[in-house]
């Protein structure tokens, strides 16, 4: 198994299959976008499948969530969905996505064997996507967002991060929106994961923000804190249930304790977290022509060195070289 010097198993695997991304949104990356990562250094379809096979076949992994970037971009997604939903033991399978081009790719992706889908949507209004996104796309991603609840694709789970000045008065609405169409809704505190390196902590709409702004409007009671698990979110009931709504605090009421995923990005390096500043080459290794049991050794090693904590409150704490695009989600 995949396991920490702490105790910790990873068993929810992140795999990036694109840097790229057709929107700017401003808590990711500047107006005018990134350098991509060159063609050739991407993992092929058949290399990304190789990898999650050995996840899950041979390292106890069992929940499998593509992300990007965009993954909607990638074009062989629907087959490498297929592939890791034919895998046994078979695993969860998830995309986390923005939700452009989602209205067309739903049905196909769920007959393909996708479990569930994570939309990012962070606010209802057409004049403040553009400014947080850069890019006039509202529309399609709630056609995406409806597509999902179609094809099956549930719980359609959305998620939302409330920055100072900007949206953080959409919070009630976003929740309604949510409530009214049987989405369950996320929001995200804001991370240091930002190509420009922009993120202060002071200008973070915390947990108890979010909390607060919710209360105004609605009832809300901590769920069982044993449903949650390893899960990031806090989830609390709204107005008794059933509906609920959760609130990740990656940074004011960090999870690490219990932290059970592990990435592989784009490049295929592994990342044992969202905050690391080093990583481990698998992509050199796979082309070099070695068998899966030494990659499997290689990722185990990679896990074993994961650090207690992001360290976010460490006065040492340095932000990765990497933004979330190339990261992954």
Same mark, same amino acid.
Not at 112 to 135: I, K, M, P, Q, Y
Not at 154 to 168: Q, S
Not at 254 to 278: M, S
């Given at each position: +198994?995949? %396991? $920490?010097?702490?105790?910790?198993?990873?068993?929810?695997?992140?795999?990036?299959?694109?840097?790229? /991304?057709?929107?700017?949104?401003?808590? /990711? +990356?500047?107006?005018?976008?990134? !350098?991509?990562?060159?063609?050739?250094?991407?993992?092929?379809?058949?290399?990304?499948?190789?990898?999650?096979?050995?996840?899950? #076949?041979?390292?106890?992994?069992?929940?499998?969530?593509?992300?990007?970037?965009?993954?909607?971009?990638?074009?062989?997604?629907? #087959?490498?969905?297929?592939?890791?939903?034919?895998?046994?033991?078979?695993?969860?399978?998830?995309?986390?996505?923005?939700?452009?081009?989602?209205?067309?790719?739903?049905?196909?992706?769920?007959?393909?064997? *996708?479990?569930? %889908?994570?939309?990012?949507? !962070?606010?209802?209004?057409?004049?403040?996507?553009?400014?947080?996104? =850069?890019?006039?796309?509202?529309? !399609? %991603?709630?056609?995406?967002?409806?597509?999902?609840?179609?094809?099956?694709?549930?719980?359609?789970?959305?998620?939302?991060?409330? @920055?100072?000045?900007?949206?953080?008065?959409?919070?009630?609405?976003?929740?309604?929106? /949510?409530?009214?169409?049987?989405? #369950?809704?996320?929001?995200?505190?804001? @991370?240091?994961?930002?190509?420009? =390196?922009?993120?202060?902590?002071?200008? +973070?709409?915390?947990?108890?923000?979010?909390?607060?702004?919710?209360?105004?409007?609605?009832?809300?009671?901590? !769920? $069982?804190?044993?449903?949650?698990?390893?899960?990031?979110? #806090?989830?609390?009931?709204?107005?008794?249930?059933? =509906?609920?709504?959760?609130?990740?605090?990656?940074?004011?009421?960090?999870?690490?304790?219990? /932290?059970?995923?592990?990435?592989?990005?784009?490049?295929?390096?592994v990342r044992n977290c969202l905050f690391a500043t080093e990583e481990s080459d698998l992509r050199t290794a796979l082309r070099?022509?070695?068998?899966?049991?030494? *990659?499997?050794?290689?990722?185990?090693?990679? %896990?074993?060195?994961?650090?207690?904590? =992001?360290?976010?409150?460490?006065?040492?704490?340095?932000?990765?070289?990497?933004? +979330?695009?190339?990261?992954?989600?």
């Amino acid at each position: +198994m995949l %396991v $920490d010097s702490f105790g910790r198993v990873a068993t929810d695997l992140r795999v990036s299959l694109t840097d790229r /991304c057709n929107l700017r949104c401003a808590y /990711c +990356m500047p107006p005018e976008g990134l !350098d991509w990562l060159p063609k050739p250094d991407l993992l092929t379809g058949e290399e990304i499948v190789r990898l999650v096979t050995i996840g899950v #076949e041979r390292l106890g992994v069992r929940e499998v969530r593509f992300t990007g970037g965009e993954p909607l971009l990638r074009r062989e997604l629907v #087959e490498i969905v297929a592939a890791t939903a034919g895998l046994s033991p078979r695993p969860q399978v998830s995309v986390t996505t923005n939700g452009i081009g989602l209205a067309r790719l739903a049905e196909p992706l769920a007959r393909a064997g *996708l479990d569930r %889908v994570n939309v990012s949507l !962070d606010t209802l209004d057409r004049e403040v996507f553009v400014r947080l996104a =850069h890019r006039d796309r509202l529309r !399609d %991603v709630l056609d995406g967002l409806a597509a999902a609840t179609a094809a099956g694709l549930t719980p359609v789970k959305v998620n939302a991060v409330l @920055m100072r000045g900007v949206n953080e008065h959409e919070a009630v609405p976003l929740l309604r929106f /949510c409530l009214d169409r049987g989405y #369950e809704l996320r929001f995200i505190e804001q @991370m240091p994961l930002d190509a420009q =390196h922009g993120w202060r902590r002071e200008e +973070m709409i915390t947990a108890d923000e979010i909390l607060g702004l919710l209360k105004d409007s609605f009832d809300l009671t901590e !769920d $069982d804190p044993r449903e949650r698990g390893s899960a990031p979110a #806090e989830l609390f009931l709204v107005d008794g249930g059933p =509906h609920r709504v959760g609130v990740i605090g990656s940074v004011t009421r960090p999870f690490c304790g219990a /932290c059970d995923r592990v990435r592989i990005t784009a490049d295929g390096q592994v990342r044992n977290c969202l905050f690391a500043t080093e990583e481990s080459d698998l992509r050199t290794a796979l082309r070099s022509g070695v068998p899966d049991e030494e *990659l499997a050794a290689r990722w185990i090693a990679a %896990v074993r060195g994961k650090k207690a904590g =992001h360290g976010i409150d460490d006065a040492a704490f340095l932000q990765p070289a990497r933004p +979330m695009s190339a990261i992954g989600g």
